[in-house]
Every structure is written in C-alpha cells, then in structure tokens.
C-alpha cells in the first residue's frame, strides 16, 4: 500500500523558516521522481518543486525559486522541503506527490 505522510507544517512569522517532511512507503522510493504542491484556499492546488529519483536534479516554481529547497533522503525514504523567507502568500496546506499518489497534507500559516 502506497502512502505518504507530511508533516512539519506550523504558524510562522513572516521571513521565517519551516521545513516539511514527506515519509514515503509502499513502493520503491530511491526510482521514483517526487514533488511537492500546495493548495491555499480557493486556489486551485499548484506545483512548487520537484526532485528526480536520484536527488541532482531539481525544478522550482517562479514564486519559490531562490527562497525552497526541495532534497530528498532515500535512505530513510523521505522527501523534504526547506522553505525560507516565508511570505504570508506562502499559506497553504502542502502535499508531497509521487508514484500516482498524494499524502493528506500539512498545514503551513504564515501570519504576524
């Protein structure tokens, strides 16, 4: 059974920093691409950055680009993002994506 499990997400001050955590199982992690999106609401979900299998290669949204990281761990199987300088239009609930599937999400708050 394939699943993925964010997490990370809190209430940040603007110009802080978080980093998610998405804990992948069920299908061969180190061979497969991963991604992250967001949803903020009433948006649409959008793509913010992925990661090849192998982890040198690397691909950013404009509107992240310069202040997220994407990386990944495939020895313990998990994809992370960093994310600095955090803007209030940065509030969403992030998912991490791969093999065809989502996790539940992770709540991320950016508010003085």
């Known amino acids: 059974q394939v699943r993925l499990v964010e997490s990370g997400g809190d209430l940040v001050q603007p110009g802080g920093s978080l980093r998610l955590s998405c804990a992948a199982s069920g299908f061969t992690f180190s061979g497969n691409a991963m991604s992250w999106y967001r949803q903020a609401p009433g948006k649409q979900r959008e793509f913010i950055a992925a990661i090849n299998s192998g982890g040198d290669s690397t691909a950013y949204a404009d509107s992240v680009k310069g202040r997220f990281t994407i990386f990944r761990d495939n020895a313990k199987k998990t994809m992370y993002l960093q994310m600095n300088s955090l803007k209030p239009e940065d509030t969403a609930v992030y998912y991490c994506?791969?093999?065809?599937?989502w996790g539940q999400g992770t709540q991320v708050t950016v508010s003085s």
């Open positions: 994506n791969g093999f065809d599937s």
